[in-house]
T-cell receptor, first 112, second 116 residues
Framework: GENVEQHPSTLSVQEGDSAVIKCTYSDSASNYFPWYKQELGKGPQLIIDIRSNVGEKKDQRIAVTLNKTAKHFSLHITETQPEDSAVYFCAAPLGFRNDMRFGAGTRLTVKP | NAGVTQTPKFQVLKTGQSMTLQCAQDMNHNSMYWYRQDPGMGLRLIYYSASEGTTDKGEVPNGYNVSRLNKREFSLRLESAAPSQTSVYFC???????????????FGSGTRLTVV
């Protein structure tokens, strides 16, 4: 089955700096890679996603890059702000199924 | 507001008690899921339903049962609660792979369950 590994588990940056979180997956059939942000006491919220036929996708200060050959994808947050502080999860589908395997999460802290 | 609604938000059970967690979505999604979230272990799939009338086991199904009551509702039942089931439970829904290019999940706000 799919294995999704996420690094780092914690990340602390200064406001205005960039943050990068990386995930690797094992199933070459995976074709869709979402990222979720979870704030304290809330459910995860989809913030950006990418399909396997695209190498990079941007949405304002966040971007996701995908390297299919190496089987990894990364979340990039530029000009970080305190409100970016949260736990971030990557995910990848299990083969050709609909359900997904999640990474263990990265706790991002942005210091003002 | 469109989304996924879970009830209850908090629950304390005694070992051996039973309960049902309710979930409903109004986005006309075919697929629905139940995950549990434990510290340091991320989100683990308990059961999912690809469409009305079908359910499948996930990574950690033991001790749970589910019912896909109709397209909108997907419930999770604990028949005899155990302390190991203390967790935060999330319901989610999504479009079905093949029907949409992007099938990211919409999550509910969670149920925090404590079994004593």
């Amino acid at each position: 089955g799919e294995n999704v590994e996420q690094h780092p588990s914690t990340l602390s940056v200064q406001e205005g700096d960039s943050a990068v979180i990386k995930c690797t997956y094992s199933d070459s059939a995976s074709n869709y890679f979402p990222w979720y942000k979870q704030e304290l006491g809330k459910g995860p919220q989809l913030i950006i996603d990418i399909r396997s036929n695209v190498g990079e996708k941007k949405d304002q200060r966040i971007a996701v890059t995908l390297n299919k050959t190496a089987k990894h994808f990364s979340l990039h947050i530029t000009e970080t702000q305190p409100e970016d502080s949260a736990v971030y999860f990557c995910a990848a589908p299990l083969g050709f199924r609909n359900d997904m395997r999640f990474g263990a999460g990265t706790r991002l802290t942005v210091k003002p | 507001n469109a989304g996924v609604t879970q009830t209850p938000k908090f629950q304390v059970l005694k070992t051996g008690q039973s309960m049902t967690l309710q979930c409903a979505q109004d986005m006309n999604h075919n697929s629905m899921y139940w995950y549990r979230q434990d510290p340091g272990m991320g989100l683990r799939l308990i059961y999912y339903s690809a469409s009305e009338g079908t359910t499948d086991k996930g990574e950690v199904p033991n001790g749970y049962n589910v019912s896909r009551l109709n397209k909108r509702e997907f419930s999770l039942r604990l028949e005899s609660a155990a302390p190991s089931q203390t967790s935060v439970y999330f319901c989610a829904s999504s479009a079905t792979r093949g029907e949409a290019n992007n099938y990211g999940y919409t999550f509910g706000s969670g149920t925090r369950l404590t079994v004593v």
